[in-house]
């Protein structure tokens, strides 16, 4: 059991370069989330998706899009990098049908280490 | 809509010393809160959750937070610091059947020899 992982772990973009940061999960979970976090500003919730085939933006979509064709995976997508997405990104899963929590534990990745230069 | 202040964005304590990181939150349903720790370099690691069951919450690493409805607090304590505390510390809150949580800007605790 892997729980949430990322990839790559780290990458060096070109301003106007494009990328895909990859997130799977092997817990069945439904939710999963795309966050950045920049020093003094916690972590900040980009894109989310609430099952198979949906997603929805969150607090600082701008510049990203993403996608979730699979379940267990969650794509996001720099299509014209800029210095101002240099950040570290998290993905991150919760909530199983079947142990039918109402509270939602968001379960981490390890993160990705991006620079835009 | 609900928002997690913590006070303090760095906070230092000997060894061995108390540890008091604190969180107010607002919102507008019953809250559920969460206390969570990044080590450097790493993922955000669950220590402990509230979920409207007992007030006072233990969690990992002798961590435990009391949820204080009329201060609208959920501060998280430890009688007594080790080094391996050193880590950056994150409260969140959700609502029930919310599928989002909203993150404090965090709190920097270092251990002092």
Same mark, same amino acid.
């Given at each position: 059991?892997?729980?949430?992982?990322?990839?790559?772990?780290?990458?060096?973009?070109?301003?106007?370069?494009?990328?895909?940061?990859?997130?799977?999960?092997?817990?069945?979970?439904?939710?999963? *989330?795309?966050?950045?976090?920049?020093?003094?500003?916690? &972590?900040?919730?980009?894109? *989310?998706?609430?099952?198979?085939?949906?997603?929805?933006?969150?607090?600082?979509?701008?510049? *990203?899009?993403?996608?979730?064709?699979?379940?267990?995976?969650?794509?996001?997508?720099?299509?014209?990098?800029?210095?101002?997405?240099?950040?570290? *990104?998290?993905?991150?899963?919760?909530?199983?049908?079947?142990?039918?929590?109402?509270?939602?534990?968001?379960?981490?990745?390890?993160?990705?280490? &991006?620079?835009?230069? | @809509?609900?928002?997690?202040?913590?006070?303090?964005? %760095?906070?230092?304590?000997?060894?061995?010393?108390?540890?008091?990181?604190?969180?107010?939150?607002?919102?507008?349903?019953?809250?559920?809160?969460?206390?969570?720790?990044?080590?450097?370099?790493?993922?955000?690691?669950?220590?402990?959750?509230?979920?409207? @069951?007992?007030?006072?919450?233990?969690? !990992?690493?002798?961590?435990?937070?009391?949820?204080?409805?009329?201060?609208?607090?959920? %501060?998280?304590?430890?009688?007594?610091? %080790?080094?391996?505390?050193?880590?950056?510390?994150?409260?969140?809150?959700?609502?029930?059947?919310?599928?989002?949580?909203?993150?404090?800007?965090?709190?920097?605790?270092? !251990? !002092?020899?």
């Amino acid at each position: 059991n892997a729980g949430v992982t990322q990839t790559p772990k780290f990458r060096v973009l070109k301003t106007g370069q494009s990328m895909t940061l990859l997130c799977a999960q092997d817990m069945n979970h439904e939710y999963m *989330y795309w966050y950045r976090q920049d020093p003094g500003m916690g &972590l900040r919730l980009i894109h *989310y998706s609430v099952g198979e085939g949906t997603t929805a933006k969150g607090e600082v979509p701008d510049g *990203y899009n993403v996608s979730r064709l699979k379940k267990q995976n969650f794509l996001l997508g720099l299509e014209s990098a800029a210095p101002s997405q240099t950040s570290v *990104y998290f993905c991150a899963s919760s909530y199983s049908r079947r142990a039918g929590k109402q509270f939602h534990e968001q379960f981490f990745g390890p993160g990705t280490r &991006l620079t835009v230069l | @809509a609900q928002s997690v202040t913590q006070l303090g964005s %760095h906070v230092s304590v000997s060894e061995g010393a108390l540890v008091l990181l604190r969180c107010n939150y607002s919102s507008s349903v019953p809250p559920y809160l969460f206390w969570y720790v990044q080590y450097p370099n790493q993922g955000l690691q669950l220590l402990l959750k509230y979920t409207s @069951a007992a007030t006072l919450v233990k969690g !990992i690493n002798g961590f435990e937070a009391e949820f204080k409805k009329s201060e609208t607090s959920f %501060h998280l304590t430890k009688p007594s610091a %080790h080094m391996s505390d050193a880590a950056e510390y994150f409260c969140a809150v959700s609502g029930a059947f919310n599928e989002k949580l909203t993150f404090g800007t965090g709190t920097r605790l270092t !251990i !002092i020899p």
